[in-house]
């Protein structure tokens, strides 16, 4: 099972910076992202050829606060467990600024964040087989992650993101739970997989969450005001059966965007 065999997948996630070269470094020296494309103030990053994550430029733009709705961060789902291990080991060497690891049951997990505080987490999926339900839920919990134990399972020096390395899910802060699921689960129709305290999460074809949103820093948030940093946009990669229920179900719209003013793109899938 993975993030990407799904018949909805999460694209490419589009954030706005007040210094693109900056960031852009810090994913390409941290993250291992390769830069892809550039035009004028928006530079594409990915792993292989594929596009994960798109930064667009803007100086003026203000600086979003930890409470506004919008995002709580972006992960990059490896390929497996050695791959994590073997990016663990280049953020110790190279004293990347690590926030937590946790152990999800369905994953496991390290954060941290870029230079303007955009949330990133770096995993890896446990095997389909050993996720456990309760009833229709997937279990997750946040335990604590050994490290040590995970750094043991690397069987390499580091070279930069893997090829096969996908943006796996965003998670979102939004004001109020019981909107956030009429729009995700009921207007893009993802399948509430879990509820969390203060959390629900996303998936499709029964993957763990391709989104989730939360109201830990946000309750109450409203729509954010423009032009603010953090997330612009959120890809997501529907198959063709999917993509034509979504359209038709959002009146041909691909351009759709939540009761906060996050923008999400609906793009068909070329395979």
Do not use: C
């Not at 087989?129 to 043991?152: E, V």
């Amino acid at each position: 099972m993975s993030s990407a065999s799904a018949p909805i997948e999460i694209g490419r996630v589009a954030l706005t910076v007040n210094d693109l070269d900056k960031v852009g470094r810090f994913y390409e020296t941290a993250l291992g992202l390769q830069p892809l494309s550039r035009d004028g103030d928006t530079a594409r990053y990915g792993a292989g050829d594929r596009v994960l994550l798109e930064l667009r430029g803007d100086k003026a733009a203000r600086r979003a606060s930890h409470r506004d709705a919008g995002l709580f961060h972006t992960a990059f789902l490896m390929p497996d467990r050695p791959a994590l291990a073997r990016w663990l080991i280049h953020a110790a060497e190279t004293r990347v600024p690590l926030q937590g690891a946790s152990d999800h049951l369905v994953s496991e997990a390290i954060y941290l964040a870029d230079p303007e505080g955009n949330g990133i987490e770096v995993y890896v999926d446990r095997p389909r087989s050993a996720w456990a339900h309760d009833g229709k839920s997937i279990r997750m919990t946040t335990d604590a992650l050994d490290l040590n134990d995970l750094a043991r399972s690397t069987d390499g020096p580091w070279t930069g993101a893997p090829e096969d390395m996908v943006a796996g899910h965003v998670h979102l802060q939004v004001g109020t739970l019981p909107e956030a699921e009429a729009f995700y689960n009921g207007t893009l129709g993802f399948d509430i997989t879990t509820h969390y305290p203060g959390a629900t999460f996303y998936g499709s074809g029964g993957y763990h969450h391709h989104l989730a949103t939360n109201i830990w820093n946000s309750r109450g948030a409203g729509k954010r005001a423009q032009p603010p940093t953090g997330l612009a946009d959120v890809e997501l990669l529907a198959d063709a059966d999917s993509f034509q229920a979504l359209t038709v179900r959002n009146g041909g719209k691909t351009a759709l965007s939540d009761p906060w003013g996050t923008s999400v793109t609906l793009t068909r899938k070329d395979r």
